[in-house]
């Protein structure tokens, strides 16, 4: 049987650890810290399709990501694992100016030709909505699709590492590569390794001669907590700006999240950031004011310097396969990519154009 580590268990570590448990002669070491991962303060949309990225693989990525939920949930439930921290619960859209809402929709009905998963699509009047979302403010027309969905990153991870056979190992850990080309992790002999560490990335590389081009972005975002458990009945809410408004079942509302590109992996909490995203939010959310306690999460997402995420092959480490970068579009890609990285591990066909996202333009050996 062969063993193969995971470094990081974060949406694209347990989603890996996931698709590489199904294979009967592969036994899965999974090893994180839990330290400043981002997926577990990542309250996520899935709802890649109004953007106006004009870089054509990450829009790709992002569709097909979204698509592959289908499939993530699809094979969870043949396992008969809970997946409910997926809700395609729609998404309100709201802009300043009427126009940049009449140039989303009809970008929106061209790619829906390409991507179904967005569903229904409508321009609406905030005074023609049904009587329970009445309380939204701030906002004369806004643009509805039905498909977009939110995800828990947090119970989405445990979800993935709990359906896994997996074991699980909470410490921080090195790769080592021996002069015969074996690989240890934690004193422990791997056959093949999976990096996935997120802004963490250059710190296990580095000891071995690479530089690597990741930065690190702190995100920070507020959960609110209500009595009225009817908050899962409100869609996703989408105002210009970093400000993203996302109700979830039970009685949780998550309002954020800050992108921080000069606090490194600091994980303290600013009360200034998410108070100002606070009150911005209550604009169009007045309920916030219901909430009855409310905490903060904070954790550090993957950039590399063109903002575009890259998987596969280490250069010249075979059978060692990495993938960072993935910014705040992780919870979108995430399981996608993971998804791959496995496919190229066992040699079967991908969904995605691999070269496209290849490493070797981020991840450079040393002379």
Not at 75 to 103: M, R
Not at 115 to 130: D, H, T
Not at 238 to 251: R, S, T, V, W
């Amino acid at each position: 049987m062969k063993k193969v580590a995971v470094i990081g268990a974060g949406i694209v570590g347990s989603a890996a650890a996931y698709y590489l448990s199904k294979e009967t002669d592969l036994e899965v070491t999974v090893f994180d810290d839990g330290a400043g991962q981002a997926s577990k303060a990542a309250a996520g949309i899935i709802c890649p399709w109004f953007s106006k990225r004009r870089n054509k693989s990450w829009y790709r990525l992002a569709r097909l990501g979204a698509d592959f939920y289908q499939t993530l949930v699809s094979d969870l439930q043949a396992d008969n694992i809970k997946t409910d921290f997926y809700d395609q619960a729609g998404v309100f859209l709201l802009k300043k100016k009427d126009s940049s809402l009449e140039e989303l929709y009809e970008l929106a009905k061209k790619r829906r030709e390409q991507s179904p998963l967005i569903g229904q699509l409508s321009l609406q009047s905030r005074s023609n909505l049904p009587a329970d979302l009445a309380d939204l403010n701030g906002f004369d027309r806004l643009l509805y699709a039905s498909g977009a969905a939110r995800v828990e990153g947090s119970v989405l991870t445990k979800t993935l590492l709990a359906a896994s056979r997996a074991e699980i190992i909470r410490k921080r850990v090195s790769l080592n590569v021996s002069s015969d080309g074996n690989y240890w992790v934690s004193d422990k002999l791997f056959d093949a390794v999976f990096l996935a560490c997120g802004a963490w990335l250059p710190q296990i590389l580095k000891p071995l001669g690479y530089e690597v081009d990741i930065r690190p972005q702190k995100g920070q975002l507020r959960d609110y907590f209500f009595k009225d458990s009817h908050t899962g009945d409100y869609p996703v809410i989408m105002p210009e700006g970093e400000l993203d408004i996302i109700p979830f079942a039970g009685g949780k509302v998550s309002i954020g999240a800050t992108h921080e590109n000069e606090q490194g992996f600091d994980l303290c909490i600013d009360s200034r950031l998410l108070d100002a995203l606070e009150r911005e939010a209550q604009t169009y959310f007045p309920k916030l004011n219901e909430a009855y306690s409310k905490s903060e999460r904070v954790g550090t997402r993957a950039y590399t310097s063109d903002f575009s995420p890259f998987f596969g092959q280490v250069p010249q480490l075979k059978k060692v396969y990495a993938a960072s970068g993935l910014g705040s579009s992780g919870l979108t890609s995430g399981p996608l990519i993971a998804y791959q990285l496995v496919q190229q591990f066992l040699h079967k066909e991908l969904l995605l154009p691999a070269d496209d996202y290849s490493p070797n333009n981020y991840i450079v050996k040393g002379s």
